[in-house]
């Protein structure tokens, strides 16, 4: 079957809805690992659980909404306290998490209409070990009043299970194509009163949209319907026979079940509605029940109806027993989800990547464009048009720093991810391990993020298991049995830092170097640094591991995390001390598309640095670089300063000024001194991505293009820094 753009983009967005659920959901069963007894997470599964079944029942995807239920009851008895929360619990209900976002990844693929064997099984073996909780007579009573079904028609004065109405409640919500067919909503509804007589009649137009777009042939309406008549249920049923294929139809008898009502309330639309209003429409309460319930609440506290009805009218429902408790809950649930909706739309808008990286490169060509104007207009004799073209400047940079802002996003809903890599890895290999989160609110570039998953992953498996010992050896070694693995985001310089740090038993420097001279990777005789010794763990195929293991071992995947974290403009340092513990720290850029640069010119070629790497700039006379003694080193202000005369090191010829220039940059809390021709200034800069042909072509970034239109190098400075 064929959707049309519309269905598709509610299928798209219910996808996306819900799996941002099942990350809460596994974020708050996280949290009852650490304390069983915090309710508000409780609650939060609950409501997670709760509405992706409401969501899956609306868009056909039963079989979702069906464990769904089934997981929903047990929690039902959790939250009444029929059942005691337990460890054991909680792991079935992370093995429910993955098995839903299994799901969930199953059907958005449209041509799976039905569970393949694989998922068949796993459901099964879940719902049985859901069942043995659900089968315990204390769960019994909570399930019934979740579940239970009244009989039509039977008295309800004393049953707790069914809703006392004795009309008839008929929801209809008719199909765009009705009057195009011929046939006229209306008509049926008039033919409703020779079966017997409409007591309350709600005309529903949530499906209304606005007068431009409206169609005048599409049929936009729905009715809830109070139906007083003694026809059984297939006579009002035949009524609607003629379009019972294009519309939805709901019909419920008098004195129908609770949980009816309550799917009529998950049915509702997603739109902001008072308790009173919700239960009217649901036929559960009538208007002359409501409106002595708000009559008692303002002579007892003598409020206005609004306030009274927002605040207490709920509970005067259920004290009168107007209405049942079960399906209030469900009102208030209905409603807070919807509160809750919409605080989320006020606050954000979904917008595809691909269109957003669109507006980058638009707005990246748009200040190409802006340089050249700026350029020609400063060659040009006219005051007017030199500010005017200032002034667009400035407008272009503001649009280029929004823009660049929309695409920044706080890294911690990625750092969050991995706390479930952290415990089910430690309890695979019997570890006790506290995995601290610091510096989530530090944001960065979605396009860093995205890519940044992986290696964190490898480096995090990589300190359960080789970093912190088991309980027993870090006992002997003298620490807590529990280890700490630390994972932490911050500025620095103009870059992010994310730093992967485990309080484990540290590298073994002797080891790794022993293990690159029988490689072929270092020298005997040679002496090594401590930082030039961690750097062989990145050799393809380096491992000191004594056992292969499922996590690590095969001296695959360290090579691989720096290919990643340099083809995003990174680094990665390591940082250990044998006995305390090993740090691994990844510096980044800030974006990948826009910066802030400095341009420099060393003999005819102009280079740009980024700007926030850029500490100073000072001069230097030729003389006195030429005349020194005792290595590349100059005096800044009483510092030793390294410098790098960058005409030497890109082997450019010509004769060299008198007095040079130097430009102090930092990184990776480095500093060094590069020795130029000439200082331009500060560059917006669009970084260009250079070809395949120059993978190989060291010490240069990216490119980007001048006003001019020539083409000016992007420095890599964390990779110059490093061969100073």
Not at 30 to 49: A, C, G, Q, W, Y
Not at 392 to 405: A, F, N, Q, W
Not at 434 to 450: A, V, W
């Amino acid at each position: 079957m064929s959707l049309n753009k519309s269905e598709k983009n509610f299928k798209k967005e219910y996808f996306t809805e819900s799996r941002e659920l099942l990350d809460a959901m596994e974020m708050s069963l996280l949290e009852l690992e650490k304390d069983n007894t915090d309710n508000d997470s409780i609650n939060s599964i609950f409501r997670s659980v709760h509405t992706i079944k409401g969501n899956s029942g609306m868009f056909g995807y039963d079989r979702i909404g069906e464990f769904t239920h089934i997981l929903e009851n047990v929690l039902v008895c959790i939250r009444s306290g029929k059942l005691q929360l337990t460890g054991e619990m909680i792991a079935l209900f992370l093995e429910c998490h993955d098995f839903m976002m299994n799901l969930v990844d199953f059907f958005e693929d449209d041509s799976n209409t039905e569970l393949d064997d694989y998922n068949q099984k796993i459901f099964s073996g879940l719902e049985v070990k859901l069942n043995v909780y659900l089968e315990q007579p204390a769960c019994e009573e909570a399930v019934s009043v979740n579940n239970s079904i009244g009989e039509p028609g039977s008295s309800c004065a004393d049953d707790e299970m069914t809703v006392c109405n004795d009309c008839w409640h008929i929801s209809l919500r008719f199909g765009e194509n009705v009057f195009r067919d011929g046939l006229d909503p209306y008509s049926f509804i008039r033919y409703l009163t020779e079966k017997g007589e409409i007591q309350h009649m709600r005309t529903v137009c949530d499906r209304m949209p606005d007068a431009a777009s409206m169609n005048p042939e599409f049929c936009y309406l729905g009715f809830e319907i109070d139906f007083r008549s003694s026809a059984a249920k297939k006579d009002i049923e035949d009524i609607f026979e003629f379009v019972k294929d294009d519309c939805e139809i709901r019909i419920l008898p008098p004195n129908t079940g609770i949980s009816d009502y309550v799917r009529l309330i998950e049915a509702l639309p997603e739109k902001p509605m008072r308790i009173g209003e919700m239960l009217r429409e649901i036929g559960s309460l009538t208007p002359a029940e409501l409106e002595r319930a708000l009559m008692l609440q303002n002579i007892q506290d003598g409020v206005s109806l609004e306030e009274s009805e927002k605040q207490f009218v709920g509970k005067i429902l259920v004290e009168e027993k107007m209405v049942p408790k079960p399906v209030l809950d469900a009102a208030l649930e209905k409603q807070q989800t919807v509160r809750r909706r919409e605080e989320t739309n006020r606050r954000t808008i979904r917008v595809e990547a691909e269109k957003l990286d669109k507006l980058i490169n638009l707005i990246g060509e748009l200040v190409i464009t802006g340089s050249n104007v700026k350029q020609i207009s400063e060659s040009d004799e006219k005051t007017g048009l030199v500010k005017a073209v200032n002034d667009m400047s400035k407008l272009i940079e503001e649009i280029r720093g929004s823009s660049m802002g929309i695409r920044m996003v706080q890294i911690g809903e990625t750092f969050n991810r991995f706390e479930r890599v952290v415990r089910d890895l430690s309890r695979e290999k019997g570890k006790k391990i506290n995995f601290i989160i610091m510096g989530g609110d530090t944001e960065l570039d979605k396009t860093l993020i995205d890519k940044l998953a992986d290696p964190l992953i490898h480096l995090i498996r990589n300190s359960v298991d080789h970093g912190i010992g088991t309980p027993d050896e870090r006992t002997r070694a003298g620490k807590p049995a529990a280890g700490t693995l630390t994972l932490n985001a911050f500025h620095e310089t103009g870059s992010v830092v994310i730093e992967v740090k485990d309080d484990g038993q540290g590298l073994d420097k002797e080891k790794i170097l022993n293990k690159a001279i029988e490689q072929g990777l270092a020298r005997p005789e040679q002496a090594y640094q401590d930082y030039e010794i961690h750097q062989f763990i990145f050799h393809p195929g380096f491992s000191t591991a004594a056992e292969v293991t499922n996590i690590s071992g095969r001296g695959v995947g360290m090579d691989v995390v720096k290919k990643n974290i340099e083809s995003l403009r990174g680094n990665i340092m390591i940082e250990s001390e044998p006995g305390e513990g090993t740090t691994m720290r990844i510096h980044l850029p800030l974006t990948l598309a826009i910066i802030d640069g400095f341009m420099v010119r060393i003999a005819g070629s102009h280079y740009v640095l980024p700007l926030d790497m850029v500490t100073e700039c000072t001069e230097v006379h030729r003389d006195d670089l030429d005349l020194r003694e005792g290595g590349n080193y100059i005096n800044l202000r009483g510092d030793v300063l390294p410098f790098m005369k960058m005409r030497d090191f890109f082997r450019e010829k010509g004769e060299e000024p008198l007095k040079h220039k130097v430009v102090v940059v930092e990184h990776a809390r480095k500093k060094v001194g590069l020795i130029v021709d000439e200082l331009v200034g500060e560059f917006q800069t669009v970084i260009k991505p250079l070809g395949k042909i120059f993978n190989r072509l060291q010490w240069i970034s990216g490119s980007t293009i001048l006003g001019t239109g020539e083409v000016a190098y992007i420095l890599d400075i964390p990779r110059l820094i490093q061969a100073e």
